[in-house]
């Protein structure tokens, strides 16, 4: 049976991953996250170039290279019901615009305000 990651992401509180990109899908609907990159040096040498994105700076959570720290982190937040912490929080609401829950009706009334438009420049055009 196929499981959906949206629906794991949408069960999970704490989320762990190396270097995936669905870690911005887990920061906005809110998950804890932890990147362990115990491979770093060799990841970023011989797979993959680093890029604009810095974990250990723009991350949305802590980056973690020792196999104890994130047995100890994992234990942390266990311990404190997953909670984000604050510096992580400031993070994701800095880096995601709207965390409301409204963008499907954000982009409809930006869809009907181009239909708009674009029927009153139909309308000019037909009588000129």
Do not use: M, P, W
Not at 59 to 84: A, H, P, R
Not at 91 to 115: C, G, M, P
């Amino acid at each position: 049976e196929q499981v959906k990651i949206a629906e794991l992401l949408a069960k999970a509180k704490l989320f762990i991953t190396d270097y995936s990109s669905v870690h911005f899908d887990s920061a906005y609907i809110g998950n804890t996250n932890i990147y362990y990159q115990f491979d770093q040096e060799k990841f970023f040498t011989a797979h993959y170039n680093r890029g604009y994105f810095d974990y250990g700076k723009d991350g949305f959570g802590e980056l973690i290279k020792d196999e104890d720290d994130i047995v100890n982190k994992i234990i942390f937040y266990i311990k404190n019901n997953c909670q984000i912490e604050e510096k992580y929080k400031n993070t994701i609401e800095n880096t995601f615009h709207y965390l409301d829950h409204n963008n499907s009706k954000r982009t409809l009334e930006e869809i009907k305000k181009l239909s708009k438009k674009h029927e009153k420049n139909y309308r000019f055009n037909l009588v000129h």
